[in-house]
């Protein structure tokens, strides 16, 4: 005789549900906090749903195995209502029980509000193996605009530190083109990272075109970036170079007179004097002193 036990685990999770002490044909809402299989038809999507790319070749591979293996990890909702649940997380795993033909899934039950229900769901869509840098990025700033966190508090919530919530973050600033190609996969993180160090926009699409066109490596693409920063560098340094040397070409210089007024005051109180002025005519007359008794000297003299 073959043991019941058995072959509910050869025929996954739903199948050991269906072996529990709980009665799941009932119409009775289920408790929370605890899993349960429910009826898909009862499960409604998640508003704050942050995927909305599902392949549907994807969808059907894990339809084929949730046939032969029933739903191993539970999807996670929330009620709503008498008999009414709306999603949490799973949204690819309910779409492909559907395509499967189930009637029912496990779940796991839960009471969230609509704040909790967006981190938890967000939170959950990052934890994701295959999602991309895009991805994570964008969810990211909804976790830390919509759900109000900072940036220490949202690295605590997916376990990532702070500088890495910060390099995603600025991918949010590249230009469209750049961060479509990240979303695409067509470049990697490590391309975008490099780029990002560059602060002209012209000069990131420049690389980016080269990268693309010459199917460059993250180190070649980190090289040119170091060689733009350079440039970048030089650029500055002769523009303020230029600016200090039209600052000085601007300043007026002193008229023979005030030359020779200079001269007479430097020989009468036997130290160097300076003047100068601005090209309103406004200036200051500078008298160094070498100790306390020549500043006395010169206060008798000026007395």
Not at 51 to 59: G, I, S, Y
Not at 278 to 302: H, V, W, Y
């Amino acid at each position: 005789m073959s043991n019941p036990r058995r072959n509910a685990l050869g025929r996954g999770l739903s199948a050991l549900l269906e072996n529990a002490a709980t009665d799941f044909n009932t119409t009775e809402s289920k408790p929370v906090n605890s899993i349960n299989e429910i009826l898909i038809s009862q499960v409604e999507a998640n508003p704050f749903q942050p995927r909305t790319d599902f392949k549907a070749d994807e969808l059907n591979e894990l339809a084929d195995s949730i046939k032969i293996h029933g739903v191993i990890q539970p999807i996670t909702v929330r009620k709503v209502g008498v008999d009414r649940y709306q999603l949490i997380s799973g949204e690819r795993r309910t779409r492909a029980s559907r395509i499967a033909g189930l009637e029912k899934i496990p779940a796991y039950v839960r009471l969230a509000d609509d704040q909790g229900m967006l981190e938890m769901a967000l939170i959950e869509n990052i934890q994701r193996e295959n999602l991309n840098a895009m991805e994570v990025a964008l969810s990211y700033k909804r976790l830390l605009d919509e759900c109000k966190l900072n940036q220490e508090e949202l690295g605590s919530r997916v376990g990532k530190n702070r500088s890495t919530v910060n390099n995603y973050m600025r991918l949010l600033k590249l230009p469209d083109n750049i961060q479509a190609s990240l979303r695409d996969d067509k470049i990697s993180m490590g391309h975008a990272r490099a780029i990002i160090n560059i602060d002209n926009a012209d000069e990131q699409q420049f690389l980016f075109n080269e990268m693309i066109l010459k199917d460059l490596s993250v180190r070649q693409v980190e090289a040119l970036v170091r060689e733009a920063m350079e440039r970048a560098k030089e650029d500055h340094s002769n523009i303020e170079d230029e600016k200090s040397k039209s600052k000085k070409a601007a300043k007026p210089a002193l008229n023979e007179i005030v030359v020779e007024f200079q001269k007479l005051l430097s020989e009468k109180f036997g130290n160097k004097i300076k003047i100068s002025n601005d090209d309103k005519g406004k200036g200051n007359i500078t008298i160094p002193f070498k100790s306390e008794a020549d500043l006395n000297r010169l206060l008798d003299m000026l007395s």
